[in-house]
């Protein structure tokens, strides 16, 4: 077996019961899936609501697009509390 090479980073074994690993925060690529996962289950919803409200497909396009937009901030701002 060979030694590793020197400066070589060691494999670190996960300590299950270190609260620094239980409290990392997923990746902004998994944050981001999340939210496209979210807008592509209730995207239809808010559309037909908003096409019901207005009678103008136009118009419910850009409601839903603002609805969403809303929701991702709303959604930045309780993850910034939760951290206090």
Do not use: W
């Not at 300590?15 to 996962?37: G, L, S, V």
């Not at 697009?65 to 939760?82: E, P």
């Amino acid at each position: 077996m060979k030694a590793p090479p020197a400066g070589a980073a060691k494999h670190r074994v996960p300590d299950y019961n270190d609260k620094t690993q239980q409290i990392r925060k997923p990746p902004k690529a998994n944050k981001r899936r999340r939210f496209e996962t979210l807008v592509l289950r209730y995207y239809s919803g808010v559309y037909n609501f908003a096409y019901r409200l207005t009678d103008d497909p136009v118009e419910a396009v850009g409601l839903t697009h603002g609805a969403f937009i809303s929701t991702r901030k709303q959604l930045k701002n309780v993850a910034m509390r939760s951290k206090l």
